[in-house]
């Protein structure tokens, strides 16, 4: 059966609601710079591949990827595109509540951007559309729950175009990875108490553990290990997950 709901028509979306799919996976990203090596979609490539692993696994559809979202200081680097706070919102509730009016009972929204403006808009149109329609969402972060797996399996602290990304990058499309154009000149380490608008770098570190590391073996070992911590985790809130 296909798995996204924009391949399917509607006959066969009803016929997946009677045969108990009532849950929909919603891969959300934004479009920014992530070094030189990695590509403007890594945000939402990563949660795309995730929803398409899970979903083989349990009675789940995927809902169209959210390919736009809130990005703000890497927006001097060419090719990034912010989307309002405020319309990013809107958009997320509206998708939810009409997923919801569609007959889904869950919705699971597979974020791969960690903008603290997205991430509170997430939250708040998933509480909006919990109120108003009774739909449940679960928002999965996906590199901050596998922080602890980037450090067993990388040996390095994750980053905004770091290991963490560049591994689930290199594991699932590793012909969009430009290994040769990353150069450790192209990092930022932030530190406490200082932002930059624009940030001068894409590539950025938040303490002195952030460290590339570009290497086919333990790439697909972190993408394996982080689809399965993933898939427990929903075991553990949803269940139904063989």
């Given at each position: 059966?296909?798995?996204?709901?924009?391949?399917?028509?509607?006959?066969?979306?009803?016929?997946?609601?009677?045969?108990?799919?009532?849950?929909?996976?919603?891969?959300?990203?934004?479009?920014?710079?992530?070094?030189?090596?990695l590509p403007l979609g890594t945000d939402v490539l990563i949660p795309i591949s995730l929803a398409e692993r899970l979903a083989s696994e349990m009675k789940a559809l995927i809902a169209p990827p959210i390919y736009y979202g809130v990005t703000k200081s890497l927006l001097a680097h060419p090719g990034s595109i912010r989307v309002r706070p405020r319309v990013f919102e809107r958009l997320i509730y509206d998708v939810l509540r009409w997923l919801s009016f569609t007959g889904f009972e869950v919705a699971v929204i597979l974020n791969g951007h960690g903008g603290s403006e997205q991430m509170r808009a997430l939250r708040d149109a998933s509480f909006k559309a919990w109120k108003d329609c009774g739909l449940r969402v679960i928002i999965v972060n996906w590199w901050i729950l596998a922080r602890s797996l980037t450090e067993r399996v990388l040996g390095v602290e994750g980053g905004h175009g770091g290991a963490d990304e560049t591994s689930m990058i290199y594991a699932i499309r590793p012909d969009l990875v430009n290994e040769e154009e990353y150069a450790d000149e192209e990092s930022l380490t932030v530190e406490e108490g200082i932002e930059q608008y624009p940030s001068p770098k894409s590539v950025i570190y938040y303490s002195g553990r952030g460290k590339m590391v570009i290497d086919e073996d333990k790439s697909t070992k972190y993408f394996e290990e982080v689809a399965q911590l993933v898939k427990e985790k929903l075991r553990k809130y949803l269940g139904g997950i063989s």
């Open positions: 059966m296909r798995m996204y709901l924009h391949e399917m028509s509607t006959a066969q979306v009803k016929r997946a609601l009677e045969e108990g799919f009532k849950t929909v996976l919603l891969p959300v990203g934004t479009i920014e710079a992530h070094g030189p090596h």
